[in-house]
């Protein structure tokens, strides 16, 4: 039964819009009607979402968040284990989710489903939803009749992935806030502050000592080209926001910054991490390797790391082993390149690959958790000198009082 969109006027005249299964969009009218309820569109959803350009599918489809994606996958993949149809299961996740445009997705996926599509076919439908890892992933578990299995490994994939972003989200919390108030407490100090107290030793019309002379520059700097200067960094910083759209100067961007000490590491470690979880799963779920590593490359964010893979996969078709491949990159760590190479020669390799996304994403927690212990002593330090200095620079004339005065 295929899913519509609907807007309509309640009895207060205020707009509501929502997803309603039937046979016929007459079907919906008398439906809404029935509900006191004054229809002024219904379309069929997946005719819209299936017809026209990609870009098009993707405004429509709307966005789901990671928790949401990560929600949606382990209840479908529990329906499904437990032996509910899927047409049933992807209803029943629909209508569960509290989410409009989880609830609208998930419909016109189980329409295609209805129509005799397959489940990867309605998930391709969304490709801002779902990435081509997961549809093929679901393709690869549709033809190997382990559709249960591998929803369960997508639901462990998509939680793990929620997880550690919203591990990120809140380690960066607080030292995003110290930074704010740090500047704001600065900033106050020398625009508001400063000048009151060394204006008292300015009228006496003595020379006064140079610390204190450089924080009155700095003062008068910011207070009078401030505003200036703060709308000068935010015009820079999307200007440079822009620039990394153009791929040349993204992949230079990219290359510099795996050469930047500490944060190469993490970068490393980070993009090797998704890529072997990535590449787990699809291996283990029957997708071919050479397949496997093109959509694996897809969720590589690093430029030359994604550039370094695909290259690998050519190297791979023309019979070269796929940890050689990859060291000869020279981004990939070694121990990443040794589970690979005994994964290949024992034949776990999707094993292997587990173990090194494990021994990657441990390591870029250590290094998120390193950087940011030492990021606020190093910042409080920081504060503590500037501070200093502008007390310094206040309680110097004042301990030079008489010889201002003689």
Same mark, same amino acid.
């Given at each position: ?24 969009? @007459? ?20 005719? $819209? ?5 990609? $870009?098009?599918?993707?405004? @429509? ?29 992807? %209803? ?39 990435? $081509? ?81 450089? =924080? ?88 030359? =790391?994604? @550039? ?46 587990? @173990? ?12 998120? %958790?390193? =950087? ?22 206040? =309680? ?5 009082? $008489?010889?201002?005065?003689?």
């Amino acid at each position: 039964m295929p899913a519509f969109e609907y807007k309509a006027l309640n009895a207060k005249g205020q707009e509501e819009t929502g997803i309603l299964e039937a046979d016929t969009p @007459r079907q919906v009218r008398q439906v809404l009607r029935e509900g006191s309820l004054t229809p002024l569109s219904v379309e069929q959803v997946e005719k $819209n979402e299936s017809a026209g350009q990609d $870009n098009l599918k993707t405004r @429509r489809a709307g966005t789901v968040k990671a928790a949401d994606l990560a929600l949606v996958t382990r209840q479908l993949a529990t329906l499904v284990s437990s032996g509910s149809p899927l047409e049933e299961a992807l %209803s029943m996740t629909a209508k569960q989710s509290e989410r409009r445009t989880v609830r609208h997705v998930m419909s016109a996926v189980r329409s295609r489903v209805l129509e005799g599509h397959s489940l990867a076919s309605g998930l391709k439908t969304f490709p801002s939803v779902f990435s $081509n890892m997961y549809s093929a992933t679901v393709a690869a578990g549709e033809q190997s009749g382990h559709l249960d299995a591998v929803l369960d490994r997508l639901a462990d994939y998509t939680e793990s992935r929620q997880e550690i972003q919203q591990k990120m989200s809140s380690a960066l919390i607080y030292p995003v806030i110290l930074v704010i108030v740090s500047l704001l407490i600065v900033a106050g100090l020398l625009v508001f502050i400063v000048p009151k107290i060394v204006r008292v030793f300015e009228s006496m019309n003595k020379e006064v000592p140079p610390l204190t002379q450089f =924080m009155i520059n700095v003062s008068d700097f910011l207070s009078a080209y401030g505003l200036y200067l703060v709308a000068g960094l935010i015009i820079l910083f999307f200007l440079f926001k822009q620039l990394l759209k153009i791929p040349s100067w993204q992949f230079r961007w990219h290359k510099f910054m795996l050469k930047v000490p500490l944060v190469k590491k993490l970068v490393r470690s980070a993009n090797t991490g998704r890529f072997a979880r990535t590449l787990s799963i699809l291996a283990s779920s029957g997708v071919p390797i050479l397949d496997a590593m093109g959509i694996s490359s897809k969720v590589v964010e690093n430029l030359p =790391m994604r @550039r370094a893979v695909e290259d690998a996969a050519l190297k791979v078709r023309e019979g070269t082993p796929i940890h050689k491949a990859l060291e000869q990159s020279g981004y990939f760590p070694p121990m990443t390149v040794y589970l690979i190479a005994s994964g290949e020669k024992s034949g776990k390799l999707d094993d292997m690959l587990e @173990r090194s996304a494990v021994q990657q994403e441990r390591e870029t927690d250590t290094l998120v %958790s390193s =950087m940011l212990s030492l990021f606020e002593p190093i910042l409080i330090l920081v504060m503590g000198v500037v501070v200093l200095l502008i007390v310094m620079s206040i =309680m110097l004339p004042i301990l030079n009082l $008489n010889q201002l005065g003689g």
